[in-house]
């Protein structure tokens, strides 16, 4: 990796930049990955480059829906396992939720190596490589999931996400969690719950909301995922952002 001074004023915003930068010359991130995350920073440098209240207050009822999951999945892709492997390994371990492969631009090479890359970080076990399922609706590799992970899965998380499989997965009756800093994008107007964040912030804050919230009681729980509109969450990120640019 080059060498940034920790005294940039950019200096977080750049070492992200060469974590991507470098996953892509491992064959993890995929190269349209790189644009897919320079579109991310337009959107978080709106953002002012930090959890706003609104992003807050999703994670929270994302980390409710994941723990009265029965069977909760985290997808993970190119640019999320460069990101934040680590965090979702811990992420999924402190639910519990499995963890499954699954790629926009699919080849064996690479789910192999994100597997790896999860493995490295303490993931026991990855779902993503058997492929013996097909998300119905979806004419693409994306399509392609486990049986045992995202086919059979009631919520699933999904970080920097298509919006084709968005829907698709709601279609199938899953409650379709979706990390995306774009707020105008499909996948964040047709996701259950928008997260507009970026992930390295959004998934440990989940997971402090998930030990926060573990031992709460479940109608406490229900009541605070009642009162959440997603919609409306949307259109106060929406406005944040305008009046942030006034
Ligand atoms: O690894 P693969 O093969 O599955 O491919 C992954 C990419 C990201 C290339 C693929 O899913 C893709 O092309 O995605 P899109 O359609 O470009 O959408 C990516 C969305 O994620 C955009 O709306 C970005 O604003 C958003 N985004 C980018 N970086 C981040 C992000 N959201 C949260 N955190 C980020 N760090």
Redesign the pocket.
């Known amino acids: 990796m080059s060498e940034i001074p920790k005294s940039h004023p950019r200096y977080i915003s750049l070492m992200?930049r060469e974590k991507i930068s470098k996953a892509m010359k491992d064959g993890i991130?995929?190269e349209?990955?790189l644009?897919?995350?320079g579109?991310?920073?337009?959107?978080?440098y709106l953002l002012g480059e930090k959890t706003i209240p609104m992003a807050d207050e999703a994670e929270k009822v994302a980390a409710i829906f994941l723990l009265i999951a029965k069977k909760p999945v985290i997808s993970i892709?190119?640019?999320v396992a460069a990101?934040v492997a680590e965090e979702c390994v811990s992420l999924g371990e402190s639910i519990p939720a499995k963890l499954e492969v699954?790629?926009?631009?699919?080849t064996q090479e690479?789910i192999d190596k994100i597997v790896k890359e999860l493995e490295s970080h303490g993931a026991k076990e990855v779902y993503g490589t058997v492929g013996d399922a097909q998300i119905p609706g979806l004419e693409h590799d994306?399509g392609i999931c486990d049986k045992d992970g995202i086919f059979s899965s009631d919520v699933v998380l999904v970080?920097?996400?298509?919006?084709d499989r968005c829907q698709a997965l709601i279609d199938m009756d899953k409650t379709v969690i979706a990390?995306?800093?774009?707020p105008l994008?499909r996948?964040?107007k047709n996701a259950n719950i928008t997260i507009v964040?970026?992930?390295?912030r959004?998934i440990p804050n989940i997971e402090k909301w998930i030990k926060k919230l573990k031992n709460e009681d479940a109608s406490y729980l229900i009541n605070i995922v009642k009162s959440f509109d997603n919609n409306k969450n949307l259109q106060d990120v929406l406005s944040y952002i305008t009046k942030k640019l006034a």
Do not use: K, M, Q, Y
């Not at 970080?159 to 919006?163: A, K, N, R, T, Y």
């Open positions: 992200i991130v995929h349209t990955g644009i897919a995350h579109r991310g920073e337009a959107f978080d892709n190119g640019n990101l699954n790629l926009f631009h699919r690479r994306r970080p920097l996400e298509d919006g990390i995306d800093l774009n994008s996948t964040a964040d970026n992930v390295v959004a």
